[in-house]
């Protein structure tokens, strides 16, 4: 069974320090990894991983890829109030073409 | 830009009644998918779409059933709702390879 799980499930910290998030899976055929935010609504598109060890980045936010190690980290640095998101990693599978989310990490940061 | 419309942002419903939840998507893409989002559970995938009138079993789709006659629109249909299908339902689409686009999402309650 095609499994993705994210830990930690909730994470409270506050405005300034950098958190790391992380997103481990077992699937029969990778193809990618995703990263979403999800607000109040539907989630937006962070990053797309595909390669291993090549760093993705935007602005504050990074992203890697262990393909050896089954697993991707999403770092945020100097968190700001509107970092406060569920952040959700997703795996897409070749062949069955889906994606199997994980259960998503809630970010809390306070002022 | 993609754009996914899910027909309703809220919807309130009996025990028993059939539900319809519409998801249009613009971009001529070919996979479409349904998820219900419920907390700590994550996004599981109900059903998935690959091309018209093709439909796959997601993680959980006991309950429900699809419907994709034209490329731009999959339906989701709760045969006799029940109170444990309240929840968030997410609709999205992609042209492959995993970036999914999704819709706003309909909050039912089935009371």
């Known amino acids: 069974e095609d499994k993705v799980v994210q830990s930690p499930l909730s994470l409270v910290v506050h405005e300034g320090d950098t958190v790391t998030l992380n997103c481990s899976y077992e699937?029969?055929?990778?193809?990618?990894l995703l990263w979403y935010k999800q607000e109040k609504k539907a989630p937006t598109f962070l990053f797309m991983l595909?390669?291993?060890?090549i760093e993705k980045k935007s602005g504050r936010l990074s992203s890697i890829l262990d393909k050896k190690e089954l697993f991707s980290i999403l770092n945020i640095t100097a968190t700001q109030t509107g970092d406060s998101a569920i952040y959700l990693c997703?795996?897409?599978?070749?062949?069955?073409?889906?994606?199997?989310f994980g259960q998503g990490t809630r970010l809390t940061i306070n002022p | 830009d993609v754009k996914v419309t899910q027909s309703s942002r809220y919807l309130v419903k009996r025990t028993g009644e059939k539900v319809f939840l519409e998801c249009v998507q613009d971009?001529?893409?070919?996979?479409m998918f349904w998820y219900r989002q419920d907390p700590g559970l994550g996004l599981r995938l109900i059903y998935f779409?690959?091309?018209?009138?093709?439909?796959e079993k997601g993680d959980i789709p006991e309950g429900y059933s699809v419907s994709r006659e034209k490329k731009e629109r999959f339906s989701l249909i709760l045969e006799s709702a029940s109170t444990n299908q309240t929840s968030m339902y997410l609709c999205?689409?992609?042209?492959?390879?995993?970036?999914?686009?999704f819709g706003s999402g309909t909050q039912l309650s089935v009371l």
């Open positions: 999205a689409s992609t042209p492959a390879g995993g970036k999914l686009f």
């Open positions: 699937v029969t055929n990778f193809r990618s």
């Open positions: 595909t390669s291993s060890g």
């Open positions: 997703a795996v897409f599978i070749q062949g069955a073409q889906k994606l199997v």
């Open positions: 971009m001529d893409h070919e996979n």
């Open positions: 779409s690959y091309d018209v009138k093709m439909k």
